[in-house]
């Protein structure tokens, strides 16, 4: 029975809702101390610290539409995704498959008419979260960044965003 297939309907089905903006995160500023003062190495170290990384694929910055438009590339061409950091919001969703003993995440995202969805599969990086009291609640509005990926189970090839985090 292709579980995932079937769950991936129900989801599209279901998770009817748009696509909810992620929040900025707190901003802190490092104390000014002039050049002297500071070791090159402590410039380095802070800079690395305050400058968030700019992910390959930020689906955060478009439309409803091209958002769409994208995930359904690479879904269908994920051999150009590979290894790139996608950024992407949407709802939360997850399914339990028995025949893997596996819970599955997923960010769904709309289509600008809300008829359709789609999503991609994420495994968070901190394996110290307990499911499900450490994640969202199902169909809330969620951001998650990620390195894009393909793995086999069966015959099945599945697009999923591994080393991921909530933003």
């Not at 410039?43 to 409803?64: A, G, I, M, R, Y």
């Not at 979260?129 to 450490?134: E, I, N, T, W």
């Amino acid at each position: 029975m292709k579980t995932k297939k079937i769950a991936c309907i129900l989801m599209c089905a279901v998770f009817a809702v748009w696509v909810a903006g992620c929040e900025a995160g707190e901003k802190t500023e490092a104390p000014v101390e002039t050049v002297s003062e500071v070791p090159v190495e402590a410039v380095q170290e802070t800079v690395t610290e305050t400058v968030p990384e700019v992910p390959d694929v930020d689906l955060t910055l478009l439309s409803s539409t091209m958002v769409y438009s994208e995930v359904y590339n690479m879904m269908c061409y994920p051999e150009n995704y590979i290894g790139k950091s996608v950024k992407m919001n949407g709802s939360y969703t997850s399914f339990y498959d028995e025949a893997t003993d596996k819970h599955y995440c997923a960010c769904i995202i709309m289509d600008a008419t809300a008829c359709c969805a789609q999503g991609i599969e994420f495994e968070l990086a901190d394996d110290h979260l307990v499911y499900p009291q450490d994640y969202p609640n199902e169909g809330d509005p969620i951001c998650v960044v990620g390195t894009f990926e393909t793995y086999n189970e069966g015959e099945n090839r599945y697009c999923t965003l591994r080393d991921a985090t909530f933003i």
